[in-house]
């Protein structure tokens, strides 16, 4: 009966054991060791020992895994591999101990006290309090914040002393010591937000406009958030705290310097990322110059403000914007300047501001106009229609346009830019180009008129039969011009090999000359699809009515005998594996080019999935396929040329197999299958070559995994950022680099299910979507055996591979599944020989 007793209690007590190494609080004589942690009352955080790469004391949440800490007492002074001890001392201390009894943190408390106790609040604060006044805190762990704002936590900066609190990021996601990164007050003018590294700013979430920091978007989900910003004559503090008890959220600065937001989601016992700034590249301080606007929807992403020019036209055409934008016109310094409104943009840097409370919007205006280097004002609080006045001098600098929100503002310019004056020249500019389009109009209609008579006199049926054609149709889209055949060999000086440009899937391309000077791209198809000419004209105009500035333009076509030719515009800076695979040109392309160009080609194939009216899947997406203009905006080409080939399915299977090795989906390389979701494949190839600067296709040769398989393994070591080519130096956004690779990985998913359509992929870039996890992505040795790391495939021109061997396809068709070939029959296929 004893010994059952004793049984009972021992179950009892090794059930109960963590119970017993949870305290509620911490008087003096009382320590905390081992794994004996501290609980909040509602059990919502913990705070105790643990282990990262070295020993710590600190506060996570509690239950949650893996653990999220939010708070490190001591970060720069770890405890060794020593078990540490925390005591509260009689006067209210708290130290910290190591092994050795050698005290490695203290909180320094100096008010003496009668009986202080130590405890964790439920919205995660650890506080020294007397014991017969708990609302009274000694001493807080919001006072001294880590990398984390925890609700009901405050950053304050002291305008006299100059003294403040930030947010300090951990050094990598094991090393909690300081790193470079802080997020602040500034109080230089009216007080702003700032996220700086070794001092420099990098980022402005911005000064205050009554209801939310004016660099940010507004959010639906910020209902449930009251942010504070309180404004005193000695200090300035910023915070925030949930209105909705059911939220839980974090906000934290990331050991890479950026700041997220986090939704804890019961669903999935998981946080969610709500958001992270910096967002794009419009979010890094000061990108345009001076005077200058940033918007990522737009190509160029600079633009200098409404009266305002580049200072230096020369280095804004290369993309340069660094020296900024300066007047049109210089400023008259007296009553006659006046303001152009300014709305949806993000205010500019508030450092060189003046503020003042009391004055309204018009009394703001006439202050701005008195001094003669007052360059901009606005209201200081949006709330009640507008109060207050704040003024800038001098230039203005980091703006840009927001998704939501944003406050109007007036910028100061000379009169003869308002736009009263404006509205005048726009009226007559309207009327001449009114004119001058019906002038146009009349001679075209001439031109169509004589070209018809000619060609019927040259008794060339085809093209009548092709008339005929057209005038049945919807007539929304524009004719396209045919060429002579002597033209294009004129131009070509008669398809020469040292006008040869390279070698596409469907033929090669040319360079030429027209007589007026122009210079255009001429493919030669070079399979006579079996389409007659009516089809072939009809499918290159619909071609052709696709514009959109990411797409290659049509400018028209050929047509003689067998012979089909297909006119483009001529790129000068030629194709995008021009520039990332060559030793010497990739450092040309710094990393806000390379993500304008990944936009561009999201763009581009976003139009032609899903914008344009026809539903076009590319096949054949691939850096060479990128064509790059003098501004360096990528286009896309070679698109809808299987349409021309008389191929329009919208989906399905084919017994054509187009594409390149190393950009092509498993499933259309192994069972024909195509869809929108092969070329996201593709660009997802294509998004993760422009990161690295490598070719998936030859990374075989340099080790065991391709360059999915390299870019999913660091993923999955949590460094994603070594992927990143060299040679853009530290011209990269890490936020961006980071959703191109998660973006990038995503598209490259084995299941074409598991990918994003485009629009999705365009969200995810612009950060307006969440990304989600990838999984491991499809892997070409898996797909093809391990002949694929010796596959020479020609290499000179990028070759497509057009499997149109008759027995291949056969086979092809027959069998299925490429996975029932033996390595040598596969690599013979792919090489689309044999
Ligand atoms: C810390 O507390 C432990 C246990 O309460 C005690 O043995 C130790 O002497 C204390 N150390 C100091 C420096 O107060
Ligand atoms: C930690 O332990 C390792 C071996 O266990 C020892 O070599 C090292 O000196 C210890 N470090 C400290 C700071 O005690
Ligand atoms: C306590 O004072 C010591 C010595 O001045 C200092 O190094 C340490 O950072 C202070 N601790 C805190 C939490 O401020
Ligand atoms: C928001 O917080 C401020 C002070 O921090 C407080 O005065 C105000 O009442 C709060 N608003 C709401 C809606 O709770
Ligand atoms: C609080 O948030 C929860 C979860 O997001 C939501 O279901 C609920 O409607 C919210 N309540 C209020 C009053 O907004
Ligand atoms: C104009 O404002 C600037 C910046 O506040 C100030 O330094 C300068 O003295 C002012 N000039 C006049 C004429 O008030």
């Not at 709305?343 to 500019?348: I, M, S």
């Not at 995810?764 to 996890?773: A, D, I, Q, T, V």
Request: glycine share 8%.
């Amino acid at each position: 009966m004893e010994s059952f007793k004793v049984l009972v209690l021992c179950t009892l007590l090794f059930h109960f054991t963590p119970s017993i190494n949870t305290l509620q609080k911490i008087a003096p004589g009382q320590s905390i060791k081992g794994d004996e942690t501290l609980v909040s009352p509602s059990e919502t955080f913990e705070a105790g020992f643990l282990s990262l790469r070295d020993q710590y004391f600190g506060i996570w949440y509690k239950g949650l895994s893996p653990r999220t800490v939010v708070w490190i007492a001591n970060r720069d002074a770890p405890l060794g591999n020593s078990s540490g001890v925390l005591n509260v001392t009689d006067g209210g201390n708290i130290v910290i101990l190591d092994g050795t009894g050698f005290a490695v943190w203290s909180s320094n408390t100096t008010i003496i006290v009668k009986k202080p106790l130590l405890k964790l609040l439920d919205n995660g604060n650890l506080v020294v309090v007397e014991e017969n006044n708990p609302e009274k805190f000694l001493w807080q762990s919001f006072d001294l914040p880590g990398d984390t704002l925890l609700p009901g936590m405050k950053l304050r900066s002291n305008l006299v002393s100059g003294d403040y609190t930030s947010l300090i990021s951990w050094r990598d996601t094991q090393d909690p010591s300081s790193g470079l990164y802080s997020y602040h007050i500034d109080t230089k003018g009216l007080p702003q937000v700032v996220i700086t590294k070794g001092g420099v700013l990098l980022f402005r979430p911005g000064s205050w406009n009554g209801n939310i920091l004016s660099g940010i978007a507004s959010k639906n989900l910020y209902k449930s958030f009251n942010f504070s910003f309180e404004l005193t004559d000695k200090e300035v503090s910023y915070g925030y705290e949930l209105l909705n008890q059911s939220i839980v959220s974090r906000y934290m600065l990331t050991s890479t310097g950026l700041v997220e937001r986090f939704i804890f989601r019961d669903q999935v016992k998981g946080w969610q990322l709500f958001l992270a700034g910096p967002a794009d590249q419009c979010d890094n301080y000061a990108i345009c110059g001076a005077n200058g606007n940033c918007d990522v929807t737009n190509s160029p992403t600079c633009e200098c403000l409404k009266g305002f020019i580049p200072k230096s036209q020369a280095k804004w055409n290369s993309q340069i914007w660094s020296d900024g934008c300066v007047r049109r016109v210089d400023l008259a310094c007296g009553k006659s300047d006046g303001f152009l409104k300014f709305t949806g943009l993000k205010l500019p840097d508030t450092s060189t501001s003046w503020f003042d409370k009391s004055l309204n919007l018009e009394e703001c205006e006439k202050l701005c106009l008195k001094n003669c280097s007052c360059a901009a004002y606005a209201n200081l609080d949006v709330r009640n229609g507008g109060s207050g006045c704040l003024l800038w001098f001098n230039n203005l600098v980091d703006m840009r346009k927001l998704t939501s929100g944003g406050q109007d503002f007036y910028i100061r310019v000379a009169a003869s830019e308002l736009d009263h004056n404006n509205g005048v020249k726009k009226k007559l500019a309207g009327i001449l180009v009114g004119c001058a389009m019906f002038i146009l109009t009349l001679i075209g209609l001439v031109v169509i008129i004589l070209r018809r008579k000619k060609l019927k006199k040259e008794g060339r049926n085809q093209i009548i039969n092709w008339k005929n054609h057209t005038d049945n149709k919807d007539k929304e889209g524009i004719d396209i011009p045919i060429f002579d055949l002597s033209t294009i060999a004129n131009a070509t000086s008669n398809f020469s090999i040292s006008n040869k440009l390279g070698e596409g899937g469907f033929g090669p391309v040319y360079k030429g000359t027209l007589k007026n000077g122009k210079e255009v791209a001429v493919k030669r198809l070079s399979d006579n699809s079996g389409q007659g000419p009516k089809e072939f004209i009809n499918e290159v105009e619909l071609i052709a009515n696709l514009q959109h500035r990411n797409l290659v333009k049509l400018l028209g076509c050929c047509i003689h005998d067998d012979e089909r030719l297909l006119i483009y515009e001529f790129m000068i800076n030629r194709s995008l594996d021009y520039f990332l695979f060559d030793e010497n040109k990739r450092s040309l392309l710094h990393w806000p080019q390379r993500f304008q160009i990944i936009c561009g080609i999201a763009r581009g194939l976003l139009y032609l999935h899903e914008d344009s009216r026809l539903r076009i899947i590319h096949r054949d997406l691939k850096t060479s396929n990128i064509l790059l203009d003098e501004n360096m905006n990528p286009k896309i080409s070679d698109f809808g040329i299987a349409r021309i080939f008389g191929e329009d399915e919208a989906e399905g299977k084919t017994k054509r197999i187009v594409g390149t090795h190393g950009y092509i989906s498993p499933e259309y390389a192994t069972r024909g299958f195509f869809s929108v979701k092969s070329d996201v494949f593709s660009f997802g190839v294509i998004v993760l070559e422009i990161v690295s600067g490598r070719k998936n296709r030859d990374f075989l040769h340099h080790s065991d995994l391709d360059l999915l398989g390299h870019a999913w393994r660091l993923w999955g070591e949590e460094r994603p950022l070594e992927l990143l080519d060299e040679s853009v130096g530290d011209t990269s956004t890490v936020s961006e680099v980071v959703r191109c690779i998660n973006m990038g990985l995503l598209c490259v998913q084995e299941r074409p299910d598991d990918r994003p359509d485009m629009s999705g992929a365009v969200l995810m870039l612009n950060g307006e979507k969440p990304l989600s996890r990838p999984k491991e992505p499809a892997f070409y040795p898996h797909q093809f055996g391990s002949s694929s790391r010796n596959c020479e495939l020609p290499s000179t021109n990028e070759m497509s591979i057009t499997l149109l061997d008759a027995s291949t396809l056969i086979t092809f068709n027959y069998i299925q599944s490429f996975e029932e070939y033996e390595p040598k029959q596969k690599e013979r296929i792919m090489r689309g020989s044999d």
